[in-house]
């Protein structure tokens, strides 16, 4: 696996994508949630993810696409992988005290199709031990 340069926001957008996707399908309900938090995520830490100087919705649709072309073009091991570098990165440039926070959006998505799935529930647990280490 090629090293990947990620940003908070970029890694933030990993984790909604492996999140809305681990059910096998990509909801209306659960699309829209994700970019709402992923944009929360920009203007509340002041995030740049397009290296333009400022926080602002470009930051939110650059972190989603590289978020999607990450996901689209990797295996299923390499996806995997990708989310624990993920976590892992947000709980260093984060801090501890955010990824309760992180942890339950990444839950709400999940439960915001109506439908949480037992793969769903195994990549939530999966995903809430990686954040709070």
Do not use: P, Q
């Not at 994508?17 to 929360?40: N, Q, R």
């Not at 930051?59 to 390499?78: H, M, Q, R």
């Amino acid at each position: 696996m090629s090293e990947v340069k990620l940003t908070v926001a970029d890694a933030f957008a990993y984790l909604l994508t492996f999140t809305m996707f681990a059910d096998g399908d990509m909801d209306e309900k659960e699309s829209a949630y994700a970019v709402d938090k992923l944009a929360e995520l920009v203007n509340h830490f002041g995030l740049d993810a397009d290296g333009d100087g400022d926080a602002d919705f470009d930051d939110v649709k650059s972190a989603w696409k590289k978020a999607g072309t990450l996901y689209f073009d990797s295996d299923a091991e390499t996806r995997a992988n990708y989310l624990m570098g993920c976590c892992t990165f947000l709980r260093k440039a984060l801090g501890d005290d955010n990824m309760g926070a992180i942890a339950s959006r990444i839950k709400s998505l999940a439960e915001a199709d109506g439908v949480v799935t037992k793969h769903e529930e195994a990549v939530l647990a999966v995903t809430e031990g990686l954040l709070k280490g």
